[in-house]
């Protein structure tokens, strides 16, 4: 067949007998012919219907038959299903997220995700009384929502979804839909301040403790972070953490000990960017000397008593 997905004659009976509630029959009726060109005649049945076909094979007599059936029968035919929609209206398949990066870069604005934390869901430990208790157990589990954070230039959108990924491609149609019909901005920036950005917008895809690390090893500083305090009950945990870098301490608090360190990392990040900039230290340029060459180029009277491969 063509189209591998196209049903075969078959496969058309199959349904057909099923949505009347009949079992379809085929029967070997004759089989003539040499070896190497049998013939082979088939009888189908469905009800009190039949029809005969040959054809080189069985199968091949098979779906012959099967197809006089589909064109002969006065049964009553199933509806054809519709066509699946496709869940993903983009053109070529291209999701939300890499169209608007591609969107992005003409517009010369990268596109930064950022995690958002989830809204806080109620709390029923409150009631402790024996029925509050009880029923808590049977409480249905609140599916977990997860919230993105998208900046395109000086634009912010804002998706969520089940997952982190799905949230992301939320953020990206809401930015594809604003972005679409705007005109591309013309880069207008001097170096200075383009470099500036073009740091600060590194920064933003790296997480506070990445960062911290870095501004330590460029200043040669260095860096500990120490969980100090763990309190409440094994199910509603809540954790200090410190962090020291050189001269500058700070301390974080979260129901997690990453948390708790990204938030001290946070905090002391305020105190690392008011630091002086580093001087540029331009690096020496290197020089390589030429290697000699080896191989010396002979006359033409070279190797005159050689045979011709050596010489």
Known sequence: MANPKEKTPMCLVNELARFNRIQPQYKLLNERGPAHAKMFTVQLTLGEQTWEAEGSSIKKAQHAAASKALNETTLPKPTPRPPKNNVNNNPGSITPTVELNGLAMKRGEPAIYRPLDPKPIPNYRANYNFRG??????????PKIFYVQLTVGNSEFFGEGKTR????????MKALQALQNEPIPEKLPQNGEAGKESEEDKDANKS???VVFEIALKRNIPVSFEVIKESGPPHMKSFV????VGEFTAEGEGNSKKLSKKRAAMAVLQELKKLPPLPVIEKPKLYFKKRPKTILKTGPEYGQGMNPISR
Do not use: L
């Open 241 to 244: 953490t410190r962090v020291t």
């Open 165 to 172: 990924q799905a949230a992301r491609h939320n953020a990206a």
């Open 133 to 142: 208790m009880y029923n808590q157990r049977y409480h249905c589990p609140v």
């Open 208 to 210: 506070e403790i990445s």
